[in-house]
């Protein structure tokens, strides 16, 4: 997914593109379990807003949920195992219900990765 100057450059190159020609282009896309594509809209248009400068003070970019606590990003493991992450992380990464992730482990970190989605390894 494009980002900051990088995104404003391809949004301005495609000119009159469609709106969904532009969410695809820019790679704001993930596959659903049926293997149809996901164009995720307000992803791309917070990242927009973000990169001309405008703060959405509770957006993508802010560890700030709908009821004003600040997120931790520190999960813990419950007595039976578990490893919650909840509904304010999901939130800001535009989850839906049913969206599928492959668990990889790594020597000290644990990454979801999308279903069908590309693995960058950003360590």
């Known amino acids: 997914m494009l980002t900051g100057s990088d995104l404003l450059a391809k949004v301005k190159e495609l000119g009159d593109a469609s709106k969904s020609e532009l969410v695809r282009s820019c790679g704001y896309l993930s596959t659903k ?3 149809t594509e996901r164009l995720n809209f307000t ?3 917070e990242a927009l807003l973000e990169a001309k400068g405008v703060s959405l003070g509770n957006g993508a970019g802010s560890p700030v949920s709908k009821g004003g606590r600040k997120l931790s ?3 813990t493991v419950q007595g039976n195992g578990n490893l919650l992450v909840g509904k304010a992380y999901t939130g800001l990464l535009d989850l839906k219900p049913g969206d599928e992730f ?6 000290k970190q644990i990454r979801l ?3 069908g989605g ?5 360590d």
């Open 43 to 45: 992803a791309f248009y």
């Open 33 to 35: 379990k049926d293997g």
């Open 102 to 107: 492959e668990l990889k482990l790594g020597r």
């Open 118 to 122: 590309e693995d960058t390894d950003e």
């Open 113 to 115: 990765v999308p279903v």
């Open 73 to 75: 990003f520190v999960a």
